[in-house]
């Protein structure tokens, strides 16, 4: 194994490891584009365990400090086409393959720079620019790696991108409190009679029940926006888009059938009905050509 398939193979293992889901629906795609999705995650990935490790024990400072000097390496390698990273050489052979633009890496990295100093968004619109980072341009990411048959399908990526990550927000919760991180916009959650404080109390009151809704039908619309962009992508690449589709915004119905509470319960997919959308969807798999 040479020093690129390595870095494939290390990508891959921390899909496996950390995306389950995200690793199951890659399973739908042609095996050519399978190492592609996992060198985008794996720098996702890599990024974020750098911020969010709650076993780190490193101070705030010094996880800015190992971001900054990791990010700038992969940011100054993705300019100069090559890389010795043990995940840049496979992020840089897949951003080279697929013309992917340098401005979205920049931009998922200030993302995660906004996590170690910002524990709030006061609106949905300061909400929008951490997670445009975050997620919106994963999908754009993704879309060249897919396949797109129209321009449109890289808004509806944008969309459906930003549904996954609002549906984590409602289940996590809990989580985000345990890093001193509250997603939710605080004047959304006002609007309903919900502070942080009575977040921080972990005590489900119909309040936040009613918040909760409200974040819900915001998901749910994203999701329905941007589903008339799958059938803009390569038809072997649209069972797996469908699959992700269902299974990680599929996190809110979870969250609905626990009875909304997120701070004693884990919102989580059951594994018959992952089982089920993806048999569904191996089926679609294998009426299309690679």
């Known amino acids: 194994m040479n020093e690129l398939e390595a870095s494939y193979a290390k990508c891959k293992r921390l899909n496996s490891l950390h ?4 690793y199951l629906a890659t399973l739908l795609l042609p095996k050519a584009k399978r190492k592609y999705v996992h060198a985008l995650y794996g720098f996702a990935r890599y990024a974020d365990e750098i911020v969010d490790d709650l076993e780190s024990t490193l101070t705030v400072q010094e996880k800015a400090d190992a971001l900054g000097e990791w990010g700038a390496k992969i940011l100054q390698d993705l300019k100069s086409g090559k890389s010795d990273d043990a995940i840049g050489r496979a992020l840089i052979d897949t951003v080279n393959s697929f013309s992917i ?8 990295l200030h993302s995660m720079t906004m996590d170690l100093t910002v524990q709030e968004y006061q609106t949905y619109e300061d909400l929008v620019e951490y997670v445009y980072g975050s997620a919106a ?10 396949g797109v048959l129209e321009e449109g399908a890289y808004e509806c990526a ?5 549904a996954f990550q609002l549906a984590n927000f409602i289940r996590d919760v809990g989580e985000d409190l345990d890093r001193g991180r509250i997603y939710l916009p605080i004047a959304e959650l006002a609007e309903h009679g919900v502070t942080r404080e009575m977040l921080e109390e972990r005590i489900l009151t119909p309040q936040i029940i009613s918040a909760l809704k409200f974040q819900i039908a915001r ?6 926006e941007a ?12 069972p797996c888009i469908e699959a992700a589709s269902e299974l990680y915004c599929g996190i809110v119905d979870e969250v609905e059938k626990i009875g909304y509470d997120i701070f004693n319960k884990r919102a989580k997919t059951s594994t018959s009905r992952r089982l089920r959308v993806f048999i569904t969807a191996y089926v679609k ?3 299309v050509s690679n």
């Open 158 to 162: 944008k969309k459906l991108g930003i």
């Open 285 to 287: 798999r294998l009426a």
């Open 219 to 224: 998901v749910r619309k994203l999701q329905a």
């Open 101 to 108: 633009p340098y401005e979205h890496f920049e931009a998922f």
């Open 137 to 146: 341009v994963i999908g754009l990411e993704m879309v060249p790696v897919l």
């Open 19 to 22: 995306g389950k889901t995200y």
């Open 227 to 238: 589903t008339p962009g799958i059938q803009m992508l390569a038809a072997s690449s649209r």
